[in-house]
């Protein structure tokens, strides 16, 4: 079955580093996804790593991928207050032919002056 | 270039009453998905089209839940009667294959926000 764990909650000052995590059941995964939501609006999309890597770095980004385990880790260099959101983790996986996102919960980064 | 637009942004209605969600999903992108996110939770499939095909309607509560996109472009959820239950937002995605099937990322609207009353 497919499932997707988060922490809840994750607290920082600005200018700290924030290191999300975030495990997933299914094997068969072809990408993960990071997707950023601030109050009222939708899902913004913020990176992906396809499963073949181990890393990926865009800007303040890091992505890192333990296939062994199925921990995916969201890290936010220099975190500033605009970072404050609720970030999903998503894992893409592929049946008949379609592909299907599930998310966790969602975890909420506060970010303090 | 424009992403997904959704209307209304927000929806007010007593229970039992009908609602209607437009969606119009980002130009050339052929598969669009309604998604239910209840407060504090993730987003849950609701149903995917292809084109004007529902491919994927299993979460679909079809006893007062209906989706239709008859020209494959812009898509309509609606929910006669409603329940307090309902009160969530709803959030529409669309996603278009690249050359050679590669990453097919879904794009999320603004949502709508429902209570119901």
């Known amino acids: 079955g497919e499932d997707v764990e988060q922490s809840l909650f994750l607290s920082v000052r600005e200018g700290d580093s924030s290191v999300i995590n975030c495990t997933y059941t299914d094997s068969s995964s072809t990408y993960l996804y990071w997707y950023k939501q601030e109050p009222g609006a939708g899902l913004q999309l913020l990176t992906y790593i396809f499963s073949n890597m181990d890393m990926k770095q865009d800007q303040r980004l890091t992505v890192l991928l333990n296939k062994k385990d199925k921990h995916l880790s969201l890290r936010i260099a220099d975190t500033q207050t605009g970072d404050s959101a609720i970030y999903f983790c998503?894992?893409?996986?592929?049946?008949?032919?379609?592909?299907?996102?599930?998310f966790g919960k969602g975890t909420m980064l506060l970010v303090s002056p | 270039e424009a992403g997904v637009v959704q209307s209304p942004r927000y929806k007010i209605i007593e229970k039992k009453q009908p609602v209607a969600f437009w969606c119009n999903p980002i130009s050339g992108h052929n598969t669009l998905y309604w998604y239910l996110q209840n407060l504090g939770q993730g987003p849950e499939l609701l149903i995917r089209?292809?084109?004007?095909?529902?491919?994927?309607d299993s979460q679909l509560p079809k006893d007062r839940f209906s989706a239709e996109r008859l020209k494959g472009v812009d898509s309509t959820l609606k929910i006669q009667p409603a329940e307090l239950g309902d009160s969530a937002v709803y959030l529409c995605a669309s996603s278009s294959r690249l050359a050679g099937g590669v990453t097919d990322t879904q794009y999320f609207g603004p949502g709508t926000r429902l209570t119901v009353l």
């Open positions: 998503a894992e893409r996986t592929t049946n008949s032919g379609y592909s299907t996102l599930t």
């Open positions: 089209y292809e084109n004007e095909e529902a491919v994927d």
